[in-house]
């Protein structure tokens, strides 16, 4: 057996320049102790305005110079009663802020904003598709250039800091935030995280400019698996599984910068996040060298006292998060902890060393930034703000994201002249293509704010032509109620008006929801959603099924019923267009499911589960079995081209632990169409001293290939990415035989 340590990897890049330590001590050492921890303090911008007779919120001019007189304040976050302003009027607000900070404390304030997919809180500019279907693009390329996109538009408006991107691994399909992350797998979310952090941030993290902001990854850690599926809700994870697979991915992204993390708002194995040292320090500091910031998430000190019931009071849960190593507080309505916390050190209760080391950190990020050079930025130096070029990138994003999951009798693309029902409830709303965090926080108003922008219906009638498309939906939402909310007294009327059409598309899923409200207890598609789907089918005509959520509804029992479905998810504004594209057969579908998507609410299985998670059924009285369902496993994608795997080899079929191993298969497009192909590599330990995992995603790299066109697709991987995390909690790497595969073919090699 080869150990390996503690980590895989320790953070690659070094601390912070000397020049750099030089200007942060020396900002440090003339604050007072209010002043130190006036800096570990974030409120909502709403407590330093007012909204006026017009509805428009304004900065308060009073309100806001008493916050940083009184608590010395350092850090604001959010959109106005989390309603996306104009980029003129964030120009305003931040310059107000900006002046006000300087002029009464000398350091520039940091203002945080969640960019979760574009820019989410600014109007006019571009909202991409949510991180789920980035993930389904398997490309490296679009998941950095749509950060690159976001920063540019976020720091147009001298907003320098988003919480993004999240990286919790969405193991579960019941939580109501999956689609923020980029599927179940470590290495997927690792990768798309670290480009994300360098498109957010540039190549520079020391040093970022005025057009990159800074990152915070969200939520650490351990948030993505609630054991009650329910948000904000206890998880309890094997210590093996934690350290391996979700702590992978933040590992990643703080080796490439990323300034800032973000803490799980609830408690993993009986210990609330926020007052856990041993992960918040021990793993996240020490063991990695990382001298970002740790934040709290919203008001999750008050949860130790009043939920969690770790704490006795509000005093109490300031030092035992501050202790374990929370650096900056996001309150968000009052500062007057900021009393308590000094209140705190000098009781002893907390080191004030720990309270420079919190301060240091905050003051790092704001050099690393720029602020103290240049604390705002002119709108009218960001000329592609909103640009054709960034709505480009979010079509093809779009495209690349969407998933194409069945297609009997290639009833897709579909032909011209042929005429077209379009349905459901998810037919004819921007609120449904973009999900929650568009606009507003639970993306209720996004059709307000993105009329402009086509819907599935009004995409597709340009494409087809208006005489060639009706819409007739059948079931639609409630936009007053709940989310899930429905109202399905028009379905004789879809089925009427599908007698008239070649091809009925129904628009089916989930309205936008976001944390806790998007909670659920039955992942069932709705009753009246397949009671549609029912009639529709009964028509005999062709019925192709477009999946439109946040989450994979479960449909094993109409999907028989149908001849396509294609898997959008939530591709944002410019949805429509990119699947009226596909349809059309004008782009070809290269997407792959960065989940495993269940038929049966008692088989919530992810791509790796262990063997022994599925046996036959035992010989004897003992009649016992147990078998894994699906309904489109993790990796999944159809096209309208066909690919052929051949030729896999790797150039050491014996190994030892110091080797990087080259392994590359030969793709062909054996179709009548150009494709492109994510051609993924997996591997199995066939014996190890832990319960190995089935298969194990390695690398991905993603080709586009002309009909008849050959490619060598080649990975490089280091025999130490195939270790595991053993029993005892450290990385160990064992002698024996490993299994690589990708497409139809797998071999055999051997660590010696």
């Known amino acids: 057996m080869e150990e390996v340590g503690t980590f895989r990897s320790a953070v690659i890049r070094a601390g912070a320049s000397a020049y750099l330590e030089k200007r942060v001590d020396s900002t440090l050492c003339r604050l007072t102790l209010e002043e130190k921890v006036g800096q570990m303090m974030e409120v909502v911008i709403d407590v330093v305005g007012t909204t006026n007779a017009q509805g428009l919120f304004e900065i308060d001019s009073n309100k806001l110079d008493s916050l940083f007189s009184l608590y010395k304040v350092g850090s604001l976050l959010n959109a106005p009663g989390t309603v996306a302003p104009t980029a003129r009027q964030w120009e305003s607000y931040m310059a107000k802020i900006q002046e006000a900070s300087m002029r009464i404390l000398g350091i520039p304030c940091i203002f945080g904003l969640d960019q979760n997919h574009g820019s989410t809180y600014i109007q006019g500019g571009t909202l991409f598709p949510q991180n789920i279907n980035v993930a389904a693009t398997f490309n490296r390329d679009l998941a950095r250039r749509m950060a690159e996109a976001t920063a540019y538009e976020t720091r147009a408006v001298s907003v320098p800091w988003t919480y993004s991107p999240t990286v919790d691994l969405g193991r579960d399909p019941r939580w109501s935030r999956m689609y923020e992350n980029f599927g179940e797998d470590c290495l997927l979310n690792a990768v798309m995280g670290r480009e994300m952090v360098l498109g957010f941030q540039g190549e520079n993290p020391d040093s970022i400019d005025r057009w990159h902001v800074g990152t915070s990854l969200k939520h650490y850690l351990g948030y993505g698996v609630p054991f009650s599926g329910k948000d904000r809700t206890p998880a309890y994870i094997a210590p093996a599984e934690l350290r391996e697979k979700h702590f992978a991915p933040f590992l990643a992204a703080i080796n490439a910068g990323a300034l800032s993390v973000m803490v799980n708002s609830a408690s993993v194995n009986g210990m609330p996040v926020h007052a856990n040292r041993e992960l918040l320090t021990t793993w996240l500091k020490e063991e990695t060298g990382w001298d970002g910031v740790v934040i709290t998430d919203w008001a999750d000190i008050n949860n130790l006292f009043t939920r969690e019931m770790v704490a006795h009071d509000k005093k109490d849960a300031l030092q035992m998060a501050i202790n374990a190593g929370i650096d900056m507080i996001m309150e968000p309505y009052n500062a007057d902890a900021c009393d308590l916390i000094v209140q705190l050190v000098k009781e002893g209760r907390i080191p004030e060393s720990r309270i420079d080391d919190a301060a240091r950190r905050v003051l790092r990020m704001k050099y690393r930034l720029g602020l103290f050079k240049c604390p705002v930025q002119k709108f009218k130096d960001y000329p592609k703000f909103g640009d054709k070029e960034f709505a480009a990138l979010a079509v093809e994003t779009a ?46 108003r996004t059709d307000e704010f993105a009329s402009q922008y086509n819907t599935i219906y009004e995409a597709l009638a340009d494409k087809f032509g208006k005489d060639n498309v009706k819409l007739c939906q059948g079931v639609t939402y409630s936009e007053k109620g709940k989310y899930y909310e429905e109202d399905a007294h028009d379905i004789a009327s879809a089925v009427a008006a599908a007698q008239q059409a070649d091809i009925i598309v129904a628009c089916i899923g989930e309205n936008s929801y976001c944390e806790s409200p998007g909670n659920l207890s039955d992942l069932n598609l709705s009753f009246s959603q397949k009671k549609l789907v029912e009639a529709l089918a009964a028509t005999g005509k062709p019925l192709v099924l477009i999946l439109n959520e946040g989450r994979p509804r479960l449909l094993a029992d109409i999907e028989p019923m149908v001849d396509a479905v294609v898997d959008i998810m ?183």
Request: glycine residues 10%; aromatic residues 12%; proline residues 3%.
């Open 570 to 752: 939530l591709p944002g504004n410019y949805g429509g267009d990119a699947l009226a594209n596909l349809l059309a057969g004008d782009a070809n579908f290269s997407g792959k499911l960065p989940f495993t998507y269940p038929s049966e609410i008692n088989s919530l299985v992810n791509y790796d589960f262990k063997r022994s998670q599925e046996s036959k059924t035992m010989a004897g009285a003992y009649d016992y079995n147990a078998r894994v369902t699906q309904q489109w496993s993790f990796g999944y994608g159809k096209s309208y081209t066909t690919f052929e795997y051949s030729r896999l080899c790797v150039d050491k079929t014996v190994f030892h632990a110091d080797d990087t191993l080259t392994v590359s298969v030969d793709v062909t497009n054996t179709g009548q169409r150009e494709g492109m192909e994510s051609v993924l590599l997996y591997s199995s330990d066939l014996v190890a001293s832990m319960v190995p995992d089935g298969r194990r995603l390695r690398d991905f790299v993603k080709v586009k290939l002309q009909p008849g066109e050959t490619r060598t697709v080649s990975f490089h991987l280091k025999a130490s990415d195939l270790a595991f995390v053993g029993y005892d909690g450290r990385w160990r790497l064992e002698p024996g035989d490993f299994v690589f595969m990708t497409g139809d073919r797998q071999l055999r090699v051997t660590l010696e």
């Open 399 to 444: 495209e690349q994201g969407m998933v194409l999951l069945k297609n009997v009798g290639d009833v897709l693309p579909v032909a011209k002249g042929k005429r077209l029902l379009v349905t459901g409830p998810n037919a004819n709303r921007m609120r449904c293509l973009n999900g929650g965090w568009s606009y507003t926080w639970q993306g209720h």
